[in-house]
């Protein structure tokens, strides 16, 4: 029943910045917390950021730094800002949503990032 629906990715070369966004269909709040993933073909589903209900934050030790996630209430939208990307952030980019036990996934955002 809840979609996430993930925009923004793109091509981007390194050093270059980056939004990915992802609206959901029904309000952010209520999600005990919400993320980013990652994946390249043959590869398990990374995680990149995630924040909970409470504001709180994580990243991969490979994005600290660089990714920043957000979000906006008022939008249902949470977003990933990524700077300085390198070639190595080449990947689908999914939203993740965990609402009590269930788990929620979009479809993904390619973002491609050349030298």
């Known amino acids: 029943q809840v979609q996430l629906v993930e925009s923004g990715g793109g091509l981007v070369q390194t050093g270059g910045s980056l939004r990915v966004s992802c609206a959901a269909s029904r309000s952010i709040f209520m999600f005990n917390a919400m993320a980013w993933y990652r994946q390249v073909p043959g590869k398990q589903r990374e995680l990149v950021a995630a924040i909970t209900s409470g504001g709180s934050t994580s990243y991969a030790d490979s994005v600290k730094g660089r990714f920043t996630i957000s979000r906006d209430n008022a939008k249902n939208t949470v977003f990933l800002q990524m700077n300085s990307l390198k070639p190595e952030d080449t990947a689908v980019y999914y939203c993740?949503?965990?609402?009590?036990?269930?788990?929620?996934w979009g479809q993904g955002t390619q973002v491609t990032v050349s030298s």
């Open positions: 993740n949503a965990q609402l009590l036990a269930a788990i929620y």
